[in-house]
């Protein structure tokens, strides 16, 4: 019948516009889309630009080569890339702003301080707490050319500030274009010279005698070592049939602490001496008011004086104990006005007068154990494994406060100090990451990180710029400063 259209027919017309009309909606779509550059070819997708592009179709090029010679900034949408697989050949560097006020402000030292007891004069110590950083802005320089957008467009990956664990072992795939570093150490300023793998287990102390070209070095593995300053080569090894936990100098002898004794050296004269007492290991050492002071396993601190009238068997006299922890002393360190601070397990630290060998008072700063105590002009910082650095100061009454609390993600492990070329004060923090991180002081703006395959457990500094540091793998690493620094007075 004419007018009336059969049922096949019907059916014909729509599924071929069920099949077109997706298509049709594209083309009209892209056309609406591209109607917004008016006139002006599209940037360059992003997504695309990093493989991740979903959109078909995108109102943005997939494509480099028919973008114009002439195009500017102003219709570029720049990103910065993550993906580790981009071209060597179109990586660069992107101009990166500093960050502002951070530099780095004096510590005041405090007014009129009394000999005992820390106590001090009207005005208490301050610490001044860390400036507020701006965040680094990157800014993309402009381009005239297809080549250089596709350069900046994709330069922008910046470099963690963790080690490759890959390339550790020698297996990452990435190359140059890891995200992570392929290095032992970031920062400026200094580098590394030499590596010196003898010791089988950790190096638990670092010693260079003043007047001697040999650096000595203790470690668990029951020996002493001495290195020839000028080779590297161990010249000597001293097997004490004990783990040595700690190793200092002081003039022409040297000390290592080991189970229920100290074991003392003199270079120059070749005498050997056992100093007995202690009960346990031997943790810390240090010498203070011409007194060997050593740290033990029962919680006690034994104190050795030379004698000037030396007996035949030892030139040393046993003077005191000095009772007080509850559990084994981790750390001792020499302040000003002749006070000695001792850190423990039992969480606290104590103040003793090294003229009366008497505890002044305690300190608790830490929810877990003291592991290093560090005296820098008049102030005391101790470290634990509650992953904080407290920075105490005197007060009025002539007790101690904590003034600022550093934290960190990782349990901190030992603190010693430096300054730089610029005579800026470097504190270095060993963590229990396998990291020492380098901070400024007082404001503790990160200055680099060294790595390590185990944690650092001992640091000495060294003339000419030098500073050592012994980790848990029995490597001793030497590293220098690219200008001489200062010796802090301290």
Known sequence: MKGLIDGNTVCLMLFGLCFFFPSIMAIITTTRRTERFSGTTPPTCKYWLAGRCNRNPCKFLHSLSTLPSNVHNANMTYMHSKNPHLSAEKMTSSSVKKPTNCAPKAFKKPANCARKAVECGSEAMSVEKPTQCEQMDISIEKTESVEEVATVAKSPMEKSRSICKYWMTDNCVHGDLCQNLHSWFYGDGFTTLAKLHEHKKVVTGIALPAGSDKLYSGSTDGTVRAWDCNTGHCVNMIHLNSEVTSLI??????????????????????????????????????????????????????????????????????????????????????????????????????????????????????????????????????????????????????????????????????????????????????????????????????????????????????????????????????????????????
């Open 249 to 490: 100098s002081e003039g022409p002898w040297i000390f290592a602490g080991v189970k229920n004794a100290v074991k003392a050296w003199n270079i120059q004269t070749g005498a050997d001496v056992t100093l007995d007492g202690p009960k346990g290991q031997v943790l810390s050492l240090n010498v203070g008011n011409d007194i060997l002071l050593a740290g033990a396993e029962d919680g006690v601190i034994y104190a050795w004086r030379y004698s000037s009238d030396p007996k035949p068997e030892s030139p040393f006299e046993l003077v005191a104990t000095l009772s007080g922890h509850t559990k084994p002393v981790v750390c001792l360190a020499i302040g000003c006005y002749k006070m000695l601070y001792s850190g423990s397990m039992d969480h606290s630290i104590k103040v003793w007068d090294l003229n009366t060998l008497q505890c002044t008072m305690t300190l608790n700063g830490h929810t877990d154990v003291v592991t290093s105590l560090l005296c820098w002009e008049d102030y005391l910082l101790s470290s634990s494994y509650d992953c904080t650095v407290n920075v105490w100061v005197c007060t009025e009454e002539g007790t101690l406060k904590v003034a600022y609390t550093h934290t960190d993600k990782n349990a901190i492990l030992g603190l010693y100090g430096m300054t730089d070329a610029d005579a800026k004060p470097i504190l270095f923090c060993s963590c229990q990451d396998n990291s020492v991180r380098m901070y400024e002081l007082p404001t503790f703006l990160e200055r680099g990180r060294l790595f390590t395959r185990r944690e650092v457990r001992s640091f000495a500094i060294g003339p000419g710029g030098l500073f050592f540091t012994g980790d848990g793998t029995g490597l001793l690493n030497v590293w220098r400063w690219l200008e001489e620094p200062k010796v802090p007075t301290s």
